[in-house]
């Protein structure tokens, strides 16, 4: 994922952003961090070589982003029997990081204007909580939360489950190998 | 110890396992005569495993087994270690070309983060699937790379061809990441969707 937005994110378009991992997994909450400081690096470097953007202190950056920890939607292997009590905690606690329950309710507005997400089954609850807010017409919600699926790139010839299920409700579906492309699945090349 | 001549430059091969499953039989594949011999006739002096958390009995078994400079070690500095939380990039760079080394290799099981973090360092790559992982999707990943020319599919009986093939590999040289102007007209790539979303108007 952090690849990816290396390759693809414009901090100063995208100037707040929100990570959400599964719990148990640090060493995605750890990578956030680094790519937030490599950011963070970034811009202030371009400011010291006299180029323009960026240029905030280490403390403004810090409010810049935020790093969300919900339950794990499906432990590996779990049964496909149990894993709704899962789903359905990881759904509730995602419905409040939309929702924008943070500790920097000034800076951030209710709702992401995006979201972007790759296959895991935290993605899959993620953006159906987005969708049935904006269904049940949740005052804000509406025009906001545009979604963009991309297949991770280890999915050569079958999509994931997440995938399969994601295809149909994303605005955007996109795959990173030629063969997936099909449908409304789009193909630009790889993208890790 | 079998003295090495001092000329000879440094050349790591770096084996890496992976976090999540255990892969022993790649383990014990590297640390056969077949594979330690290939190492040395192609110039290797270092080999390096990130054996797992079940691979130290394998591990330890050859190191007590095989003495250092004894002759099945082929000549080779060898160590290993279980994993390391921080990613396996700075432990990669070992098999870069710099500062009196030579370009060496990354054995690696089919992980993506993995063969991606070799990719990007510009390291020559033998993918080994985990064959006790059936039905794995991982298999159709090294076959793809290797099939357009990124890695070398290696496999468990025969990893001293894959040896010799990643050495021509290295002479090919095709840069990651690939550039994908055919696929996307606009080389906007996700950052072009992206906009699309947000309506953002060039």
């Known amino acids: 994922m952090f690849l990816l937005l290396k390759r693809s994110l414009n901090p100063s378009l995208y100037a707040l952003r929100s990570y959400v991992i599964s719990a148990g997994d640090e060493f995605s909450a750890q990578r956030a961090e680094e790519f937030e400081r490599s950011l963070w690096c970034a811009s202030a470097t371009a400011m010291a070589a006299g180029g323009v953007g960026g240029g905030m202190k280490e403390e403004e950056a810090k409010q810049r982003y935020e790093i969300y920890t919900v339950p794990r939607a499906r432990k590996i292997h779990q049964s496909l029997l149990t894993t709704p009590i899962n789903a359905l905690k990881c759904c509730i606690a995602c419905i409040h990081v939309l929702r924008g329950n943070n500790n920097k309710p000034l800076l951030y507005p209710q709702y992401p204007d995006l979201i972007i997400c790759n296959g895991p089954g935290t993605a899959v609850c993620v953006i159906l909580m987005s969708l049935s807010l904006k269904y049940f017409g949740i005052r804000g919600a509406k025009g906001k939360m545009r979604t963009i699926y991309v297949e991770s790139f280890a999915r050569v010839r079958t999509l994931s489950l997440s995938g399969k299920i994601l295809r149909g409700c994303c605005d955007r579906f996109v795959v990173q190998w030629e063969r997936l492309k099909r449908g409304r699945a789009e193909y630009l090349g790889i993208l890790v | ?202």
């Open chain 2, 1 to 202: 110890m079998i003295p090495q001549s001092v000329s000879q430059p440094r050349k790591l091969c770096f084996v890496t396992v992976g976090a999540t499953a255990s892969f022993n039989s790649l383990i014990s594949t590297v640390l056969s005569r077949p594979t330690l011999k290939a190492l040395q006739e192609a110039g290797y002096t270092d080999l390096r495993l990130q054996f797992g958390r079940d691979g130290r009995a394998v591990f330890d078994d050859f190191i007590l087994s095989n003495e250092d400079g004894s002759e099945e070690r082929c000549g080779l500095s060898i160590t290993g270690f279980e994993y390391n939380r921080k990613g396996l990039g700075q432990e990669m760079r070992g098999a870069t070309a710099y500062s009196g080394r030579v370009g060496g290799v990354v054995v690696s099981h089919a992980g993506s983060g993995s063969i991606l973090d070799a990719l990007r360092l510009d390291i020559p790559t033998i993918v080994v699937p985990n064959p006790s992982l059936l039905g794995n999707h991982q298999v159709e990943l090294a076959e793809e790379l290797a099939s357009q020319g990124y890695v070398v599919h290696g496999k468990l009986d025969d990893l001293a061809t894959a040896i010799a093939e990643s050495e021509k590999l290295r002479e090919r040289h095709k840069a990651w990441p690939p550039v994908n102007s055919g696929a996307d007209p606009s080389g906007r790539g996700l950052a072009g969707v992206m906009e699309d979303e947000m309506g953002f108007v060039d």
